[in-house]
């Protein structure tokens, strides 16, 4: 395992290996492993972006799914899966017109954030195309392992940090 290899969550290695392995070919086959790992892309930019808003809420700020979605908005241009914002900022008990105190404050928090926003956003990226990089010039890696299924959820635990 080189330096580089160290610095990768093997979980991260596994599943591209996973999607490499069980999508081999051409064709058909090319577009569902480009499904797949876009797939991995995208939910590794939302943990970045999560990881922030965690941050956030560490810091005093009342994070509710539809502020979370906001920021990321502001910060990104894009949306996020309403499933997964509600699962890690919903709160039980807590009625949809009992909105966040800070939601008038959005531009503010999100001008003030949305360097690390993007900083982070930019260093999942970067992972993810290090790691297709490294099982893509490494192809020994995958002989003889064989194909696995991949499971339908998140390939990883969110963190708030």
Request: glycine letters at 6%; zero cysteines; a positive charge.
């Amino acid at each position: 395992m080189t330096k580089n290899e160290k610095e990768i969550p093997t979980w991260l290695i596994d599943l591209i290996e996973t999607i490499y392995i069980n999508h081999p070919g051409k064709g058909r086959e090319a577009q569902v492993r480009g499904g797949h790992l876009s797939a991995v892309l995208k939910f590794l930019r939302r943990d970045a972006l999560f990881s922030v808003l965690g941050k956030l809420k560490n810091d005093g700020v009342d994070i509710t799914p539809t502020l979370a979605l906001r920021l990321i908005q502001e910060w990104t241009g894009q949306g996020v899966d309403t499933k997964s914002l509600l699962k890690v900022f919903g709160q039980k008990g807590r009625a949809a017109d009992e909105k966040s105190k800070d939601f008038e404050r959005v531009y503010e928090i999100a001008e003030k954030w949305r360097s690390l926003a993007i900083k982070e956003r930019d260093a999942a990226a970067d992972l993810y195309h290090r790691v297709v990089e490294l099982v893509q010039s490494n192809p020994d890696r995958m002989v003889g392992k064989k194909r696995k299924p991949i499971a339908h959820q998140e390939p990883f635990r969110l963190k708030l940090r």
